[in-house]
Nanobody, 124 residues
């Protein structure tokens, strides 16, 4: 059974940094496309960043501030978030695509496996 478990969320001041982790179990996701999404209160879940191999994709709102990476040996991927702002406050979710041959996607329905989410709160 595939499980994704996020960690690393918390409360941080504007301008601060956090590093989110997503540990996968039940399958080795070495070459699978993986992504981070987020959902702020009252808003729809939105794409943040994705990675497959050395290829990455970022939402314009986080480009230059967030970095997605992965550690295949640990079957874990990360989201380093710098220069955080109040508008980054949300529950952050990691997700993995079903098919290893799939490319990157910004669409929620393109991802088969999801974590439970971790809260990130940025105070002003």
């Amino acid at each position: 059974q595939v499980q994704l478990v996020e960690s690393g969320g918390g409360l941080v001041q504007t301008g601060g940094s956090l590093r989110l982790s997503c540990a996968a179990s039940g399958r080795t996701f070495t070459s699978y496309p993986m992504a981070w999404f987020r959902q702020a209160p009252g808003k729809e879940r939105e794409f943040v960043a994705a990675i497959k191999g050395s290829i990455t994709d970022y939402a314009d709102s986080v480009k230059g501030r967030f970095t997605i990476s992965r550690d295949n040996a640990k079957n874990t991927f990360y989201l380093q978030m710098n220069m955080l702002a109040p508008e980054d406050t949300a529950v952050y979710y990691c997700a993995v695509r079903q098919n290893v041959l799939s490319g990157l996607s910004r669409v929620l329905s393109g991802y088969a496996y999801w974590g439970q989410g971790t809260q990130v709160t940025v105070s002003s």
